[in-house]
């Protein structure tokens, strides 16, 4: 498999649901990001991993939750979500070195109900 | 914070047409790139423009960074309906870290 590979591809939970959404790169990148995407908004950085090292938090609420295990797995981990967390949820992968292109997974369409 | 504004926000045209669309911010940018996303699918990375001035060519798609790196432009000749998407500007700040801005992107639906 290659790219930038993200699971579930569609998430229902209730509010008082924990989840996890997985995104795993085959690319030998060594910085990994969460991205928000909500309609008609433009695409919110949520943070970003260098060397499996957290170095950015975009005021995101706590009730969002990364882990990054390695330089090749990042996880979300998600509880006591709130509707208007329903989104495409996009993982990506990067390079650390000249311009940071992003290659993106497939994401995870969630709706919390 | 800077931001990336794109325009049209809409764009709806018949097979064969030219069209052009923008990318505009105050700040400077290293590098700007630009993605095409398709419905139920992640942005899919078309072109990076690193120099002032740089106009670089794919296929019927032509790019172009600003000489002040503030602005961009995607130019498409002849349109066909595999162009059809969400095409998403972003850019490579000044802030430390790999950090992209995204601006909030053009819907292009190109009719047969």
């Known amino acids: 498999e290659t790219g930038v590979t993200q699971t579930p591809r569609h998430l229902v939970m209730g509010m008082t649901n924990k989840k996890s959404l997985k995104c795993e790169q085959h690319?030998?990148?060594?910085?990994m990001y969460w991205y928000k995407q909500s309609a008609k908004k433009p695409l919110e950085l949520m943070f970003v991993y260098n060397f499996k090292e957290q170095t950015e938090n975009n005021s995101v609420p706590s009730r969002f939750s990364p882990e990054c295990p390695n330089s090749s797995h990042l996880f979300l981990h998600l509880h006591t979500l709130q509707p208007e967390d329903s989104a495409l949820y996009l993982c990506a992968s990067s390079q650390l070195r000249g311009a940071t292109e992003a290659f993106f997974g497939q994401g995870t369409r969630l709706t919390v109900v | 914070t800077q931001l990336l504004e794109q325009s049209p926000q809409f764009l709806s045209i018949q097979e064969g047409e030219n069209l052009t669309v923008y990318c505009n911010s105050s700040?400077?940018?290293?590098?700007l790139q630009w993605y095409r996303q398709e419905p139920g699918e992640g942005p899919v990375l078309l072109v990076t423009?690193?120099?002032?001035?740089e106009v670089k060519k794919l296929k019927r798609l032509t790019f172009q960074f600003g000489d002040a790196r503030k602005d961009s432009s995607l130019h498409i000749t002849a349109a066909q309906p595999g162009d059809t998407g969400l095409y998403l500007c972003?850019?490579?700040?000044?802030?430390?870290?790999?950090?992209?801005?995204f601006g909030g992107g053009t819907r292009l639906m190109v009719k047969p």
């Open positions: 700040s400077v940018f290293s590098s």
């Open positions: 972003a850019g490579d700040g000044q802030k430390a870290g790999n950090m992209l801005t």
């Open positions: 690319l030998g990148h060594n910085a």
């Open positions: 423009v690193v120099t002032g001035g």
